[in-house]
């Protein structure tokens, strides 16, 4: 059974940073791509990043650009994202996913990141 | 970035009748749109991807069609457990996109 569990989210000041993690099991975690998602509260979905196989690849959108950082270990089945910077506007509940023939069809049931002072 | 625009916001339905969701992109995706369902406190479902294939157990009163910048997204007799948010994503473009999601609410 594929499993997805994040972990790593709290409270944390303005201009802080957080890791987060998410540890995969059931799957072979080394051939597939990953994402995070975020999901702010009473709002809609946002793609954050994603990260190719290797870790070679990576991809984020514009708001995170240049504070975030996806990365995997392959030996530990574990996502992460570094999380740098953060602003008020970066609370959320976070999501790492799994796609299936390129498309996000196994889900975490999400971390709680709270910026705040 | 391509932006995905869903319509309407809110969809006031009774159980057994037919919804009708639309999501519009700002620029061709083809056919690299994919629908998801989420209810309060759960993670989003995959529902329908490439437009137009259900995923792995859906039901198949759920279909997706349209490709370029036109979707739809069809339920088409509503049970009482299809009442919640529905998003569309794209993965024609980086970044990848997401709606901003149509409830169908019980009227």
């Known amino acids: 059974e594929v499993q997805l569990l994040e972990s790593g989210g709290g409270l944390v000041q303005p201009g802080g940073s957080l890791r987060l993690s998410c540890a995969a099991s059931g799957f072979t975690f080394s051939t597939y791509a990953m994402i995070w998602v975020r999901q702010a509260p009473g709002k809609g979905l946002e793609w954050v990043s994603s990260i190719g196989v290797s870790g070679g690849s990576t991809y984020y959108a514009d708001f995170v650009k240049g504070r975030f950082t996806i990365s995997r270990d392959n030996s530990k089945n574990t996502l992460y994202l570094q999380m740098n910077s953060l602003r008020a506007e970066d609370t959320a509940i976070y999501y790492c996913?799994?796609?299936?023939?390129?498309?996000?069809?196994?889900w975490g049931q999400g971390t709680l990141v709270t910026v705040s002072s | 970035e391509i932006v995905l625009t869903q319509s309407p916001a809110t969809l006031s339905l009774s159980p057994g009748e037919r919804a009708t969701l639309s999501c519009r992109a700002s620029?061709?995706?083809?056919?690299?749109l994919a629908w998801y369902q989420q209810k309060p406190g759960q993670a989003p479902r995959l529902l329908i991807h490439?437009?137009?294939n259900r995923a792995t157990g859906i039901p198949a009163r759920f279909s997706g069609s349209g490709s370029g910048t036109d979707f739809t997204l069809t339920i088409s007799s509503l049970e009482p457990e299809d009442f919640a948010v529905y998003y569309c994503l794209q993965r024609s473009n980086w970044p990848r996109t997401f709606g901003q999601g149509t409830k169908v609410e019980i009227k």
């Open positions: 620029q061709s995706v083809s056919s690299s």
């Open positions: 490439d437009a137009s």
């Open positions: 996913a799994r796609p299936s023939n390129g498309w996000y069809d196994y």
